[in-house]
């Protein structure tokens, strides 16, 4: 229940309402990996682009925290491996490499969101079906994660296209 409701204010970019709700989730579900990760892209995001300075400055220092603490409780978990990975080097203005992102497709074949950073890096030359299949999963779940990974994915196609023109 308030899952749903972290998920509907973040889909309707009530960022503040969203993260709080989020909070509240994993205060009554800690083992809740999807609104983990959730918060941790809306925190990120709002950490870098946010329009008001007080919660972006509170989401850039609660992020940190809450993956420090999600390390603890999902030790081990791919998609935690990623997102750290990911946004650690998106921060350093790098790109997570396409051979890290590869071996955990490999090791979660049913985890799906390494494959944007496949898609992005090969000019969406690799993991096209995967990256299809995160814009049609994402396009029904318009969270911040969600959003991001479809923007990333349709700027590559955006930019195919652009290129194959005669």
């Known amino acids: 229940m308030l899952r749903a409701y972290a998920v509907t204010a973040d889909a ?3 960022f503040q309402a969203a993260a709080a709700s989020y909070e509240a989730a994993l205060l009554s579900d800690p083992s809740d990996v999807e609104a983990t990760l959730n918060l941790a892209v809306l925190y990120w995001r709002v950490g870098r682009f946010g329009q008001t300075s007080e919660f972006r400055d509170y989401a850039r220092e609660r992020l940190s925290a809450l ?8 030790a081990g978990r791919a998609e935690l491996r990623f997102w750290k990975r990911h946004i650690a080097a998106t921060e350093a203005g790098e ?4 051979e890290e992102c590869r071996r955990l497709l ?8 390494p494959a944007f950073v496949v898609f992005m890096n090969s000019a969406g030359e690799e993991a ?28 590559v196609m955006q930019k195919r296209r652009w290129h194959s023109r005669p």
Request: glycine share 4%; no cysteine.
């Open 106 to 113: 490999h090791e979660r074949p049913d985890y799906l969101e």
């Open 128 to 155: 096209e079906p995967q990256a299809m299949r995160l814009l049609v999963d994402y396009s029904e779940h318009p969270t911040a994660r969600g959003r991001y990974v479809t923007s990333v994915i349709q700027a």
């Open 12 to 14: 309707n970019g009530h």
């Open 95 to 98: 790109s997570l490499a396409p």
């Open 67 to 74: 993956l420090e603490t999600a390390s603890t409780r999902f």
